[in-house]
């Protein structure tokens, strides 16, 4: 059996998120004290992994001094709890790049509209994790700050768009890890790095101030655990009228959803997804025995497969629209300084014609059907987060899994699609680590705006597989 790495920091940093909450709400602990731990933790191991490159001791000091005795009566309470915010989004009076060199010096004014929902709920953002260059990629690197390492093995690769955010979770520098996802960017971090990334329906939680009618982006939590996973979810969820695609909370939140969840889930596994996606051998083989795990407890488990056709035109279709919509009307200042992969997904959404518009919306109509229709027979959709390991971190992206060549930096990354064509949430969620010692993720993809199932499905996955894997301390190999 793989031994876990160890840890050594702070035993506060240690807990769970929803029992900081809980000692919190008890003041058995002060804001001030899980400061301390937590700027304790980020000056030790930020020199090994680069996951919050940007922090805000004073702002956040100042945040916890004014959270006052009174709590509101609202599941998503935080009082108090330091967070860590994705360096795509904005913060009042903080730097934020983007991971770009044009905005190296930025510092907004004013709070995304997500940030400024955590604070109100007690949330205190210590700080911003690092991200590649606008949110591209699924290794985080960038010109201004640099590569963040995989805390698993940190020669190996932390997954992006959101790898500062998984390793600021995994190291125990935060309880709580804001993220964000359109091409797996919550997903293929967590799995990279042994914790909970999950990616909602659109408007479950307040998007993009810009394009407010996409639905392929969207923001959401990451954590150690599901049901700390369901309390950031519900910190972050609730209408908010001024968002087009708004939706309202559960009259059950999600952590309580979470408590009830039973163990006789009905799981269909799609190790590749009809051939749509490359998996290794080793990646199918850990999958099959950590859902051999859960119908030890009563799940019932099936491999099958909706069909999906035209997924990836699809898919590529709707991203090269919001990289030209987006990134792609930025001042040209700030393009000249993109890397080549990011311009390359501008270029091709400029490129695209009214027919594949169309085409795109049709199809993603045909492939919502055909996976709703299908899940009629099954609480969740399982398949790969990615289909192999961690590579080199120096590796922008890998080029083949087991020989099977990929043709672009998207290739390997396709497991991630089918959530954002389609809308339906999906979770990763760890089930334990490899021969090597680095962490395994299962997908899940649950049926439209039913987070709370999801979220359950997720939960006996995790119990049934050991459970969270907890904070460690790097394991330095570079």
């Not at 795509?88 to 509209?113: C, H, I, K, M, N």
Request: net charge negative; charged share 20%.
């Amino acid at each position: 059996m793989t031994t876990k790495p160890g840890y050594s920091g702070n035993p506060l940093s240690a807990l769970a998120a929803h029992e900081i909450v809980e000692l919190l709400r008890r003041r058995e602990v002060s804001p001030s004290e899980l400061l301390d731990a937590a700027f304790e933790r980020i000056e030790t191991v930020e020199p090994a992994v680069n996951a919050m490159p940007t922090t805000c001791r004073a702002r956040a000091e100042s945040r916890a001094a004014s959270i006052g005795a009174a709590e509101p009566n609202h599941p998503g309470w935080l009082g108090g709890l330091p967070i860590a915010i994705k360096d795509l989004s904005e913060v009042a009076g903080v730097r934020t790049t983007f991971g770009t060199e044009g905005f190296a010096d930025y510092v907004p004014q004013q709070s995304s509209a997500h940030v400024t929902r955590l604070e109100e709920r007690g949330g205190i953002v210590v700080g911003k994790t690092n991200t590649p260059e606008m949110g591209a990629g699924g290794n985080t690197f960038n010109a201004v700050f640099g590569m963040t390492r995989n805390p698993w093995d940190t020669s190996r690769n932390a997954g992006g768009s959101s790898g500062g955010a998984a390793v600021s979770l995994a190291t125990g520098e935060v309880w709580l890890s804001h993220g964000s996802d359109l091409a797996g960017s919550l997903r293929t971090p967590a799995a990279f790095c042994g914790v909970v990334g999950f990616r909602p329906s659109p408007g479950i939680v307040t998007g993009s101030e810009v394009l407010r009618f996409h639905t392929e982006a969207v923001q959401g939590p990451m954590a150690r655990s599901v049901r700390d996973c369901a309390l950031f979810l519900d910190a972050m969820a609730g209408f908010d009228p001024s968002e087009p695609l708004s939706w309202p909370a559960p009259d059950t939140s999600y952590q309580q959803s979470v408590l009830e969840a039973d163990q006789k889930v009905r799981i269909a596994y799609a190790p590749d997804l009809n051939g749509f996606a490359s998996v290794s051998a080793e990646m199918d083989m850990h999958l099959r025995q950590a859902l051999s795990q859960v119908e030890t407890l009563g799940g019932l488990v099936e491999e099958d497969c909706p069909e999906l056709p035209d997924l990836e035109r699809t898919y590529r279709t709707l991203r090269a629209m919001l990289w030209a919509a987006g990134p792609g009307r930025a001042p040209d200042a700030v393009q000249r300084h993109f890397k080549h992969t990011l311009a390359d997904n501008i270029d091709q959404g400029r490129k695209l014609e009214a027919d594949d518009i169309y085409d795109a919306q049709i199809a993603r109509s045909v492939i919502f059907s055909n996976t709703v229709e299908f899940l009629r027979d099954f609480d969740v959709l399982a398949c790969p987060v990615v289909g192999l390991m961690p590579g080199p971190v120096e590796e922008e992206f890998p080029h083949e899994i087991d020989d099977e060549p990929l043709v672009d930096y998207l290739d390997w990354l396709k497991f991630s699609f089918l959530s954002p064509t389609t809308t339906l949430p999906s979770v990763s969620v760890p089930v334990g680590l490899s021969k090597s010692g680095l962490p395994v993720g299962l997908q899940l993809i649950g049926h439209p705006r039913d987070e709370a199932r999801l979220l359950q499905v997720a939960q006996v996955v995790e119990m049934a597989t050991g459970g969270p894997l907890g904070p460690i301390d790097p394991v330095v190999r570079h």
